[in-house]
């Protein structure tokens, strides 16, 4: 139990294009999912919080006309980077957070997406 | 502000030994969760081990066990029986329930398992 998928896995695409990258929970509802960045041989960073059916929050430094934002159901979030750039390139991972009460919820990650902006 | 800590950027560890990777913590909230999570050369992030700041006893799952030291405020895992295919990042991460869960993750600790 306790899948998330994640689609792209892999995708290169020139600047100014827009790329829209797919999590889901395959075997579990999850009203939250986050949304991280992580560069090479760094640690993750969060982007962002998806909540089902709200609008997402951003982390600060985040720019959320940049990296939008979808969580339109229970087991979907999509995070779309519009008119990417090469520094935008990166490995993005998501995670969704299971729907078990109090401070055990776990967040189960997703395989992740290496955009390459060329 | 929360703050994750891992002292060792990387380490080795012989086969079918135990290895401890350290982790230190700093929350003012009483209550807290503390993550174990393996990050092998694919990618992915594999969730080992979880800690509650209420828990009596220190988590174990399979090889992995965690030494939670609650004044020290430090969470550290065991591998015991290390595998080749042991050899990953790992991070330690941390969250906060009045923080909405988010995780915050320590700077990550690769392992090398040698033969």
């Known amino acids: 139990g306790a899948v998330v998928s994640q689609h792209p896995s892999r995708v290169i695409c020139k600047s100014g294009t827009s790329v829209k990258i797919e999590c889901r929970s395959l075997?579990?509802?999850?009203?939250?999912m986050f949304w991280y960045r992580q560069f090479p041989k760094q640690s993750l960073m969060l982007m962002a919080t998806?909540?089902?059916?709200?609008?997402?929050?951003?982390e600060q430094g985040v720019e959320k006309d940049k990296f939008l934002i979808n969580h339109a159901s229970l087991t979907l979030s999509t995070l779309t980077v519009t008119s990417a750039h090469p520094e935008d390139s990166s490995f993005y991972i998501c995670?969704?957070?299971?729907?078990?009460?109090?401070?055990?919820?776990?967040?189960?990650f997703g395989p992740g997406t290496r955009l390459t902006v060329l | 502000a929360q703050k994750i800590t891992q002292t060792q950027p990387g380490m080795f560890v012989q086969e079918k030994e135990a290895v401890t990777l350290d982790c230190t913590y700093d929350t003012s909230d009483p209550s807290y969760g503390l993550f174990w999570y393996k990050q092998p050369s694919s990618g992915e992030m594999i969730f080992l081990i979880y800690q509650g700041s209420y828990d009596q006893q220190n988590a174990t799952e399979g090889r992995y066990s965690l030494n939670f030291q609650k004044a020290r405020k430090s969470a550290n895992l065991v591998i015991s029986a290390s595998q080749l295919g042991d050899s990953a990042m790992y991070f330690c991460?941390?969250?906060?329930?009045?923080?909405?869960?988010?995780?915050?993750f320590g700077g990550g600790t690769r392992v090398l398992v040698k033969p």
């Open positions: 995670s969704a957070l299971g729907l078990a009460g109090g401070l055990t919820d776990t967040q189960y």
């Open positions: 075997d579990f509802q999850a009203t939250t």
């Open positions: 998806s909540n089902e059916g709200s609008k997402a929050t951003y």
């Open positions: 991460a941390m969250s906060l329930k009045a923080a909405g869960n988010k995780l915050t």
